[in-house]
C-alpha cells in the first residue's frame, strides 16, 4: 500500500517547549538575583517584573513562529515580536507596580531612567536568546535530516538484499527443469546425436545458475554463456516457434556485470513474449560495449506478443534494476521499448564498469 | 471392437515424439490420429477424428491444456500431462481423470493405459466431478490474473522509439492542450490519450486527480502547502515542482 502523503509544514508549535521555559525561568531568576543585588529593590519585587518580561518575550517568541504571515521568515517574525514585545511588557509591568503614581512615575527622571534600562535589558537578552533558541533548533533539524538520509540509506540496503534472497529462491524454475530433462530424455531414447550438445547446454546452465549472487568479479561474458546457454535449450524445446540470436561481444570478457541479471531479461522474453503466442518468435541478445568505459548498453528484444498496458509488473524487472545499481550506480537504468509490430526490447543502461 | 483412437497435444515436439512412441509400445492398437501444438489445433483436429483419448499438456500457447479441456467438455477421456505444477497434482488427485509428469515413466503411462482400456470398456462418464475439478483447477492457475486490471505500463513515443513506461515511476500527468504530459522519473513525455480515459484506468490508491488537468502518484507527494481561497500546493519529492490542486480536489487533503 502507498503511504499517504505526509503534511511537513514545519510549523512551530503556538506554545513554548518545556525546555526553553525552563531556561528563561532559572535564567530570569538569576537576573533577577543581580538586579536585586544591585538596586537594593525586594527580591520578589524584581522577580515578578522580570519574570514576567521574560515570559512575554518567550510567548512572543514562539507565538510569531505560529502566526507569522506568509511574507515574513521565520527567524525576522520571531526577532521582530520580540523587540516589540519588550517595551510594551515593560510598560505593562510599570502599570501594575505603580497603579495610581503611574504618571508620576514616568516623570521622575531617575525612574524613567529605569525603566529604559529595563527595556534595553528585555531587548538584549530576548534577542540573545531568540538567537540561541534559533540556532538550536536548526541544529535539531539537521539532525533529524541526517538521520532520515540514514534512515533511506538502510531502506536501500535492505531492498537490495531483499532483491538477492528472492532471486535465489526463485532461480531455477521446476518446470524449465523437469521440461529439459524430458526433452533430454527423448533425445537419449531416441538415439539422437543431439542428446550430447542438448545435455551439455543444461550442464552449462545449471553451473552458471548455480547460486553466485555475491560474485563481485562477475562479467558480462559469463553471462552471455548463461544467456546462450538457456535459449539453445528453449530452442530444443520450441525448434518451431523460437529463432534465438545472442551476439558475440568483443569487449564484455571484462565488463562488470551482475549475475542473473541478463538471464532474467531473457526468461522475460520467453515468458512473456513467445510462450504465449502460437507463432513463436525471435530473441536477439546483444551490447554495445564503450572501450572507454563510457556509455554502454546491453538489450533483449523479442517478437512475441508485446505486453499488455495492464499486464501486472513482476519483481524481476525492478530486481534487475537495483542490481544494475548496485554495481553501477543510481544512474544505470533499465529502459523497455516497444517493437514495431510487437514485440519487448529490454536496455540495461550504465558507464564505467572495466575490472 | 472399433479401434480406439487418441490425440496429442503438447508444444514440445520432441515430448509429443516420446509419447507416441511410449503409446506405440505399451498399446500397439492405439491409433494416434494426430499431433496438436497448441489447444486450438487440439480442438480443430479433436473435432475432424473425434478420438476416444486426448492427451493435454497444460501449458500450452494461445489455449492452455484447462481451457482446451473446457472446450471439448466430457466428449473424450482426459490425461493431462505436465512437467511441475504443484497445484495441477493438487487438483489431480480429487479427480476422476488420469495425469502424468515429464518425463513420462513408461511403468506410469502403464497404469494409465490400463484405466484408459478399463473405461473405454464401461464407457463411464465422468459426472459433474469433472466439471468441478476443472473449475477449482482453472482458478488455481489463474489466481495471479485474477487480480485487478488498472494500467500499469503506459506507452509513449521518445525520440523514435515507443517507451513502456512503468506507472509506478509517472511523477503526474498533466493535461495539454490535445495531448497528456507523462512526466516520470526519468523524463518526459506526450501521449494522445486523454487524462480523463487515464484516470479511469489508474489504480485510485495511488493515482489522485488533484486539479481538473492534473493526476498525481501519490508516492511522489512529499508535502502539501495550503494556500489561500481553498486551494493547495503539492509539493513532489526530489524535485521544486509544485503541482496546484484546486478547490473541487482538495476534499483528498483535507484531514493531513
Known amino acids: ?355 | 471392437m472399433n479401434t480406439i483412437s487418441a490425440l496429442i497435444a503438447d508444444d514440445e515436439p520432441l515430448l509429443r515424439e516420446r509419447l507416441r512412441s511410449h503409446l506405440a509400445a505399451l498399446w500397439p492398437a492405439l491409433t494416434v490420429i494426430g499431433d496438436a501444438r497448441n489447444g486450438a489445433e487440439a480442438l480443430e483436429l479433436f473435432e475432424l477424428h473425434q478420438p476416444d483419448i486426448v492427451f493435454l499438456d497444460i501449458r500450452m500457447p494461445g489455449l492452455d491444456g484447462i481451457a482446451t479441456a473446457r472446450a471439448l467438455a466430457r466428449r473424450a477421456q482426459l490425461v493431462f500431462v505436465t512437467a511441475y505444477d504443484q497445484y495441477a497434482l493438487q487438483a489431480f488427485e480429487q479427480g476422476a481423470v488420469d495425469y502424468l509428469v515429464k518425463p513420462v515413466d513408461p511403468a506410469r503411462l502403464a497404469d494409465t493405459v490400463q484405466r484408459l482400456q478399463g473405461r473405454l470398456a464401461t464407457r463411464l462418464a465422468d459426472g459433474g466431478a469433472l466439471d468441478a475439478m476443472l473449475d477449482q483447477l482453472a482458478s488455481r492457475l489463474g489466481q495471479r490474473a485474477a487480480a485487478p486490471a488498472w494500467l500499469h505500463w503506459i506507452r509513449a513515443s521518445v525520440g523514435n522509439s515507443v517507451r513502456l513506461i512503468p506507472v509506478e515511476q509517472v511523477r503526474y500527468l498533466r493535461a495539454e492542450e490535445k495531448y497528456t504530459l507523462v512526466a516520470w522519473e526519468e523524463g518526459e513525455a506526450l501521449i494522445r490519450t486523454s487524462i480523463k480515459e487515464l484516470g479511469e484506468q489508474l489504480d485510485p490508491g495511488r493515482f489522485v486527480q488533484i486539479h481538473r488537468a492534473v493526476i498525481v502518484n501519490l508516492a511522489y507527494v512529499s508535502q502539501v502547502t495550503r494556500g489561500m481561497n481553498e486551494t493547495a500546493q503539492l509539493h513532489l519529492r526530489g524535485s521544486d515542482e509544485t503541482l496546484p490542486v484546486s478547490r473541487s480536489y482538495l476534499q483528498h487533503f483535507r484531514q493531513m
Open chain 1, 1 to 355: 500500500m502507498m503511504p499517504a502523503p505526509v503534511t511537513t509544514r514545519r510549523t512551530p508549535a503556538f506554545l513554548p517547549t518545556a525546555r526553553q521555559a525552563l531556561v528563561v525561568t532559572v535564567f530570569t531568576l538569576l537576573l533577577s538575583w543581580l538586579l536585586h543585588l544591585l538596586s537594593g529593590t525586594p527580591y520578589l519585587g524584581v522577580f515578578g517584573r522580570i519574570g514576567f518580561i521574560g515570559a512575554v518575550l518567550l510567548l512572543a517568541y514562539s507565538a510569531a513562529g505560529a502566526l507569522r504571515p506568509r511574507w515574513l521568515s521565520l527567524a525576522s517574525a520571531r526577532l521582530g515580536a520580540v523587540v516589540l514585545m519588550a517595551p510594551v511588557a515593560a510598560l505593562v509591568t510599570a502599570l501594575a507596580t505603580q497603579r495610581g503614581q503611574f504618571f508620576a512615575y514616568l516623570a521622575q527622571t531617575q525612574t524613567l531612567v529605569g525603566h529604559f534600562l529595563m527595556v534595553l535589558l528585555a531587548v538584549v537578552f530576548g534577542v540573545l536568546f531568540s538567537l540561541l533558541a534559533m540556532r538550536s533548533e536548526r541544529r535539531e533539524r539537521e539532525r533529524a535530516d541526517r538521520l532520515q538520509v540514514e534512515l533511506e540509506k538502510n531502506t536501500l540496503e535492505r531492498e537490495l538484499l531483499d532483491a538477492r534472497l528472492r532471486l535465489l529462491q526463485a532461480q531455477i524454475e521446476p518446470h524449465f527443469l523437469f521440461n529439459t530433462l524430458a526433452n533430454v530424455e527423448a533425445l537419449v531414447a531416441s538415439g539422437s546425436p543431439n542428446a550430447g550438445p542438448v545435455l551439455r547446454h543444461l550442464i552449462a546452465y545449471l553451473r552458471a545458475a548455480m547460486p553466485r549472487l555475491n560474485d563481485a568479479g562477475a562479467t558480462l561474458e559469463q553471462e552471455l554463456q548463461l544467456v546462450r546457454a538457456y535459449l539453445e535449450l528453449m530452442q530444443v524445446r520450441m525448434p518451431d516457434r523460437l529463432q534465438i540470436d545472442v551476439a558475440h561481444v568483443a569487449q564484455a570478457a571484462s565488463l562488470r556485470f551482475p549475475p542473473m541479471a541478463l538471464l532474467t531479461l531473457v526468461e522475460n522474453a520467453v515468458r512473456h513474449g513467445i510462450d504465449p503466442g502460437v507463432a513463436g518468435g525471435r530473441i536477439a541478445v546483444g551490447a554495445t560495449v564503450d572501450a572507454a568505459g563510457g556509455a554502454s548498453c546491453v538489450w533483449v528484444s523479442d517478437t512475441g506478443v508485446g505486453m499488455a498496458p495492464t499486464a501486472q509488473p513482476g519483481t524481476g524487472l525492478s530486481n534487475v534494476r537495483s542490481r544494475l545499481q548496485a554495481v553501477y550506480g543510481a544512474h544505470a537504468r533499465l529502459e523497455l521499448h516497444a517493437v514495431a509490430p510487437h514485440g519487448v526490447r529490454a536496455e540495461l543502461h550504465f558507464s564505467g564498469g572495466r575490472h
